[in-house]
């Protein structure tokens, strides 16, 4: 098998150091989260502006830490595909709902109620699943 060429060697380095950087993130979402929140916070002073998006940055790792927990608990490897399926169902019954009540769809609002309801389902099932986690590890 061929050695790798420096490039290649830089690639696999470049894609290690983003996935120690993810999984250092969502070890602890609510690091992110603030941190976030302060940035937008100070930068644009509007608060309800900083919890949005700091609720999309951390929904996005909170997608990858609920999968594993999900995977750990149950001891399955169907995480992932879960929440796929619930976020994609979650987006055509809202779509749906937008359909009926104003006669079109807004994929991009849509997209973001999805997103956002997400977060307050992941925040859950995350301290939840963390919960029993620990708990079958302790025993």
Do not use: C
Not at 52 to 57: I, L, Q, Y
Not at 112 to 132: D, E, K, Q
Request: no cysteine; proline share 2%; net charge positive.
């Amino acid at each position: 098998m061929p050695q790798l060429s420096w490039i290649g060697a830089v690639a696999a380095w470049v894609a290690d150091v983003f996935i120690h950087i993810y999984a250092v993130l969502a070890i602890a979402p609510v690091l992110p989260f603030a941190v976030v929140w302060l940035a937008v916070y100070f930068y644009k002073k509007e608060k309800k502006l900083a919890t949005k998006r700091a609720m999309d940055v951390t929904t996005a790792l909170l997608i990858g830490v609920v999968a594993v927990l999900f995977n750990d608990v149950f001891g399955s490897t169907f995480g992932i595909y879960l929440l796929l399926l619930v976020f994609l169902l979650g987006f055509g019954l809202l779509g749906n709902m937008q359909q009926r009540a104003k006669g079109k769809v807004d994929l991009r609002r849509t997209a973001r109620a999805v997103w956002r309801l997400g977060f307050m389902g992941l925040s859950a099932a995350y301290v939840l699943l963390m919960a029993i986690g620990i708990t079958k590890n302790l025993w």
